[in-house]
């Protein structure tokens, strides 16, 4: 009896659509831009997500990272509470003792700086150089083109520079870098190698990275603040869990520096969770940030949906008339328009499923993601839109199913 009422409204409803196409068209639109809205924002979030993390896995999802400080960091370093400004800057002593214990398989001291790179009169932006040493790519990834990394010998302070593809594309054109030289922030430098850093769209263009060179040649070419720019990268062994690992350099780097138990550290970590943590929150605000301002165009095609509905049940008021004085009760003159309100929302839904579809590729075409449409997605535009028909179709379905049958009769 069910299915049988539900196919009849739905039948009813496809006659009513072709009969005024106009103005069923005008009341669908909305359903279809909210859904549309809706499952472009969520293949979107999921594509950013995806390529944050991604990027992240490439660097090791245990990988973090040893600072002079960063939960207290406020935009005036001057404001800083006395105890964090005495804070000693990290030493290369600090990465050995680390690098000792038997939880971790790498610890290297770093530093980033910001500097100019020039080949015979082409030259970059500020970008970033990095100070590491030959495993910069085993943990922040990347793939050597040619050439390669530091030696032994280069890591004691060797002028050499081991560029970005894509700056050294802009330097050097079809030309072959290796072997050349090239200034960075006025000092000469030899090119060993090009790699290709990992993709991240996330990337500002003012923290664009332009090369890596020894740890040793960044400090003794460039100034730069050690209090922000030091830092080290510490990767666990195998199998051992990121807190066990993080323990175990607390209590390294608390005995190097001889913190008498009870005095708070001298240093903080970063580890990937937290990165993790601020992404998840970012993009959870940004979903239901969209998802609210599409809420307002379902809530217009609701409401069209009411108006269209209204219209329908004056301009079939003889046939309620009839089916009442033939027999149907209130319910079924109340399931039938409810059927034909979820049944016209239905097809704005699905149609918004096809331009939610459209939408994705289009964001995969213009930002380079990896942007699916989540499974929920579609569940969820479809619901919605024929939750959508049954809210706003009970005004004029509860209408419809109280007309008394003998006015319903007389009205022409």
């Known amino acids: 009896m069910i299915v049988r009422n539900v196919t009849e409204g739905m039948a009813i409803a496809m006659d009513a659509i072709r009969a005024n196409k106009l ?23 999921q594509g950013i997500r995806r390529q944050i993390f991604n990027a992240i896995e490439v660097a090791g999802p245990t990988t973090f990272y040893v600072i002079r400080y960063f939960s207290q960091t406020p935009l005036n370093p001057d404001r800083l509470p006395y105890e964090v400004r005495i804070r000693p800057v990290l030493q290369r002593t600090d990465a050995e003792a680390i690098a000792r214990l038997p939880e971790v398989r790498y610890a290297g001291i770093w530093v980033q700086v910001f500097q100019k790179i020039e080949y015979q009169g082409e030259r970059t ?14 943990v922040q990834g990347g793939t050597l083109l040619s050439g390669r990394m530091f030696t032994r010998a280069e890591l004691t302070g060797e002028p050499v520079i081991v560029l970005e593809s894509a700056v050294a594309d802009r330097l050097f054109g079809r030309l072959d870098p290796l ?21 991240n769209i996330f990337e500002p263009p003012s923290q ?14 460039f100034h730069y603040d050690e209090t922000n720019a030091l830092f080290i990268a510490v990767r666990p ?48 605000y940004f979903f239901l940030a969209m998802v609210s301002l599409s809420s307002v165009a379902l809530l217009v095609g609701g409401i069209g949906v009411m108006a269209i509905m209204m219209v329908s049940v004056t301009d079939r008021t003889r046939e309620i008339g009839l ?90």
Not at 125 to 138: E, K, L, T
Not at 208 to 221: D, H, L
Not at 237 to 260: E, I, K, Q, S, W
Not at 402 to 410: K, Y
């Open 23 to 45: 103005r069923s068209a005008l009341t669908i639109l909305g359903v279809v831009i909210g859904v549309t809205t809706v499952m472009a924002v969520a293949s979107l979030v």
């Open 125 to 138: 932006q500020q970008i970033v150089v990095f100070g590491a040493d030959q495993h910069y790519m085993d």
């Open 179 to 199: 072997g050349r030289q090239v200034r960075v922030g006025g000092r000469s430098f030899r090119v060993i190698g090009v790699y290709q850093k990992p993709a």
């Open 208 to 221: 664009e990275t332009g090369g890596i060179v020894p740890f040793a040649a960044a400090r003794e070419s």
């Open 237 to 284: 062994r195998p199998g051992v869990p990121v807190d066990r690992a993080m323990d175990g350099v607390t209590m390294a780097l608390r005995r190097v520096r001889n913190l008498r138990p009870g005095l708070p550290n001298t240093f903080d970590l970063i580890t990937q969770d937290q990165i993790l943590d601020v992404i998840g929150k970012l993009t959870s």
């Open 323 to 412: 089916r009442k004085a033939l027999g149907a009760t209130r319910r079924e003159i109340l399931w039938q328009f409810l059927v034909e309100a979820g049944t016209l929302t239905l097809l704005g839904g699905v149609i918004g499923i096809g331009f939610g579809l459209g939408a994705a590729a289009l964001v995969k075409a213009a930002m380079g993601l990896s942007a699916p449409v989540p499974l929920w997605s579609v569940a969820v535009a479809c619901g919605t839109s024929i939750a959508i028909g049954l809210v706003f179709g009970l005004i004029p379905a509860n209408r419809a199913a109280r007309m008394d049958p003998v006015e319903a009769l007389r009205r022409e």
